[in-house]
T-cell receptor
Framework: SQQGEEDPQALSIQEGENATMNCSYK?????LQWYRQNSGRGLVHLIL?????REKHSGRLRVTLDTSKKSSSLLITASRAADTASYFC?????????????FGKGITLSVRP | GAGVSQSPRYKVTKRGQDVALRCDPI?????LYWYRQALGQGPEFLTY????????KSGLPNDRFSAERPEGSISTLTIQRTEQRDSAMYRC????????????FGQGTRLTVV
């Protein structure tokens, strides 16, 4: 089963614009992570935000987390054609001793040059 | 090693055969995960190890699937009596401590059962 649900499912923007992607989840989490997957390639970790954090930045990436709404957003500023990829949120539950990253279905981002 | 290494990269097998997929995690990483990813979908959790102990195997679809990590490093995912529905990309990931640390993924093994 996949806990995280991203929206929109697909996003197409012009180079230079900002891209905002959202993720909602159902159960209590320890942390939430965003990953990128270029076509046919492996998953690359982008950023991790813990449940006691509200916002985190990494370069052109900004992630927010609202645990009361069980949602997160990933903002990519000044997008580039190279940002074209699928983006996944993954949740690490707050139950049990073990880590079990659960991924959503992903958002396909297309950045037009 | 420099990254998570999976082998083989591609595997074509006949229905009914057994296959073994190998994962070599980043040196020193405690946690190791196996995922399966269908085209257009996110990775689906299969199983998880801390050192050599299999902590969670709730995602293994049925008893034809098994995994081991006998020395707490290299792991093998074995699928017995393969079926066409087993065709997918199988991905391995490792992380330093598990919870709260990022997972590094390998390039995956594309399994095709014919």
């Amino acid at each position: 089963s996949q806990q995280g649900e991203e929206d929109p499912q697909a996003l197409s923007i012009q180079e230079g614009e900002n891209a905002t992607m959202n993720c909602s989840y159902k159960t209590s989490i320890n942390n939430l992570q965003w990953y990128r997957q270029n076509s046919g390639r492996g998953l690359v970790h982008l950023i991790l935000i813990r449940s006691n954090e509200r916002e985190k930045h990494s370069g052109r990436l900004r992630v927010t987390l609202d645990t009361s709404k069980k949602s997160s957003s990933l903002l990519i500023t000044a997008s580039r054609a190279a940002d074209t990829a699928s983006y996944f949120c993954a949740t690490d539950p707050n139950t049990g001793a073990n880590s079990k990253l659960t991924f959503g279905k992903g958002i396909t981002l297309s950045v037009r040059p | 090693g420099a990254g998570v290494s999976q082998s083989p990269r591609y595997k074509v097998t006949k229905r009914g055969q057994d296959v073994a997929l190998r994962c070599d995690p980043i040196s020193g990483h405690v946690s190791l995960y196996w995922y399966r990813q269908a085209l257009g979908q996110g990775p689906e959790f299969l199983t998880y190890f801390n050192y050599e102990a299999q902590q969670d195997k709730s995602g293994l679809p049925n008893d034809r699937f098994s995994a081991e990590r006998p020395e707490g490093s290299i792991s093998t995912l074995t699928i017995q009596r393969t079926e066409q529905r087993d065709s997918a990309m199988y991905r391995c990931a490792s992380s330093l401590y598990g919870r709260g640390t990022e997972a590094f993924f390998g390039q995956g093994t594309r399994l095709t059962v014919v």
